[in-house]
């Protein structure tokens, strides 16, 4: 899989077979797994003084949506890419305007899997000791961050 800017100031996802899409699946398949409901849980770091009821009433619900609507449009693009290909190589093109919600979708999904498995900061992760499970997130989760930063720098300007 190759991953670059393209010379609209978008990304351009290059996936070469069959395990690359596979790869880019388990953004929404991550995203969707964790447990925890993020937009409730960022609501737990207000406190009441500061209006936690209100979040959870006014705030949360917007921000579920928007969450949804974030790994559903992902899941859209990758799915509608794949079917064009056939499974065989082909390319996914991330819009200046589409930045944002990959940024969010794979942000979720680098969430849920922190959420799940507690790796903490990546110098702290030793690969020996992981079970391949364990071993595999990880990796997913530092390939979303590197996603993530090529967003950062070439798309989100």
């Known amino acids: 899989m190759k991953v670059g800017p393209t010379l609209e100031g978008g990304l351009r996802i290059d996936a070469e077979d069959l395990s690359d899409w596979e790869i880019l699946h388990a953004i929404l398949h991550d995203a969707r797994r964790g447990e925890t409901d993020l937009a409730q849980s960022l609501g737990a770091l207000i406190s009441e003084e500061a209006g936690a009821e209100d979040w959870r009433d006014f705030v949360v619900p917007d921000l579920r949506d928007e969450f949804d609507d974030q790994i559903s449009k992902v899941a859209k693009a990758i799915e509608s890419a794949m079917e064009k290909s ?12 589409d930045g944002f919600i990959w940024y969010g979708a794979l ?15 990546s ?8 079970h391949p499970a364990r071993r595999s997130a990880f990796f997913r ?17």
Not at 86 to 94: D, H, K, V
Not at 107 to 121: C, K, S, T, V
Request: a negative charge.
């Open 123 to 130: 110098e702290d992760v030793s690969m020996e000791e992981l």
């Open 141 to 157: 989760s530092q390939f979303y961050l590197a996603i993530q930063s090529l967003l950062l720098d070439h798309v989100m300007r």
């Open 107 to 121: 942000n979720q999904a680098r969430l849920a899997i922190e959420d799940l498995h507690h790796f903490g900061p």
């Open 86 to 97: 056939g499974g065989e190589a082909g390319s996914i093109w991330i819009s200046k305007a």
